[in-house]
């Protein structure tokens, strides 16, 4: 996941310098007004699910131990809207955006009694409100980005003994932040291209996992890091 995650990092911090370098100085171009666009890119994340309480409410040597981390990456896609303001080369703004990720993660543990358990976790749609703000090098941008993030997740987790399997389900909206950065590059007065990394934490949570009565509580830590290309049309 670490080296992932530099290598992202890596990837907007060599555009932005790069980007920087062959730039003009100069406010030419007018980065002011509305815009919307849409984006898609490339994503991963890892969850670590801890044990809170367990279905049949005895307890057990599992309970606040790490039981699995499903590590998932996938495609995904949204759309985004937003308003920037220019004051000579500096640029800031708000941007609401909505995803649509192809993420889902599966892990599996042994519990104490020796029996086989599983997890999985399945983000749905990730919507994000941010302020960005960065430096204008006539038709490039360079810039950061921090706000919330809200997410759609649904969990399964299997378990129970031989011949007893249960099968629990259990689905929220979390309540996260989402941080960034990229370069953005106009290739008309109303067109322009950009490059986007995100990372998006979801926080730990306590998740009800359910079959009929029964119920299970994990805690649940997850973050997201992704890697976008989008287009803008500036009104």
Same mark, same amino acid.
């Given at each position: 996941?670490?080296?992932?995650?530099?290598?992202?990092?890596?990837?907007?911090?060599?555009?932005?310098?790069?980007?920087?370098?062959?730039?003009?100085?100069?406010?030419?171009?007018?980065?002011?007004? #509305?815009?919307?666009?849409?984006?898609?890119?490339?994503?991963?994340?890892?969850?670590?699910?801890?044990?809170? *309480?367990?279905?049949?409410?005895?307890?057990?040597?599992?309970?606040?131990?790490?039981?699995?981390?499903?590590?998932?990456?996938?495609?995904?896609?949204?759309?985004?809207?937003?308003?920037?303001?220019?004051?000579?080369?500096?640029?800031?703004?708000?941007?609401?955006?909505?995803?649509?990720?192809?993420?889902?993660?599966?892990?599996?543990?042994?519990?104490?009694?020796?029996? #086989?358990?599983?997890?999985?976790?399945?983000? *749905?749609?990730?919507?994000?409100?941010?302020?960005?703000?960065?430096?204008?090098?006539?038709?490039?941008?360079?810039?950061?980005?921090?706000?919330?993030?809200?997410?759609?997740?649904?969990?399964?987790?299997?378990?129970?003994?031989?011949?007893?399997?249960?099968? #629990? &389900?259990?689905? &929220?909206?979390?309540?996260?932040?989402?941080?960034?950065?990229?370069?953005?590059?106009?290739?008309?007065?109303?067109?322009?291209?950009?490059?986007?990394?995100?990372?998006?934490?979801?926080?730990? *949570? *306590?998740?009800?996992?359910? &079959?009929?009565?029964?119920?299970?509580? #994990?805690?649940?830590?997850?973050?997201?890091?992704?890697?976008?290309?989008?287009?803008?049309?500036?009104?």
């Amino acid at each position: 996941m670490k080296k992932h995650t530099a290598v992202l990092l890596a990837a907007v911090f060599a555009a932005a310098l790069a980007t920087e370098a062959s730039a003009q100085d100069g406010s030419a171009y007018d980065w002011s007004g #509305f815009y919307v666009g849409g984006n898609v890119g490339y994503g991963f994340a890892d969850s670590d699910w801890v044990l809170v *309480n367990n279905a049949s409410g005895h307890s057990t040597g599992d309970i606040g131990k790490t039981q699995t981390s499903p590590e998932f990456e996938g495609m995904l896609g949204g759309i985004q809207i937003g308003r920037n303001w220019q004051d000579d080369k500096i640029v800031y703004g708000l941007e609401a955006a909505l995803t649509i990720p192809d993420l889902e993660g599966y892990g599996t543990w042994t519990n104490s009694s020796g029996y #086989f358990r599983d997890a999985s976790s399945d983000i *749905n749609w990730i919507a994000s409100l941010t302020g960005r703000g960065g430096m204008t090098f006539d038709k490039t941008l360079v810039y950061g980005k921090a706000g919330l993030a809200f997410a759609g997740v649904d969990y399964t987790h299997t378990g129970g003994q031989p011949g007893q399997v249960r099968h #629990f &389900e259990g689905s &929220e909206t979390t309540l996260g932040v989402i941080v960034g950065a990229g370069v953005e590059q106009a290739l008309t007065d109303k067109w322009s291209l950009k490059f986007d990394y995100s990372f998006t934490y979801l926080g730990i *949570n *306590n998740t009800e996992v359910s &079959e009929g009565g029964r119920t299970a509580v #994990f805690n649940v830590d997850q973050g997201i890091h992704s890697l976008a290309v989008g287009v803008n049309y500036r009104f």
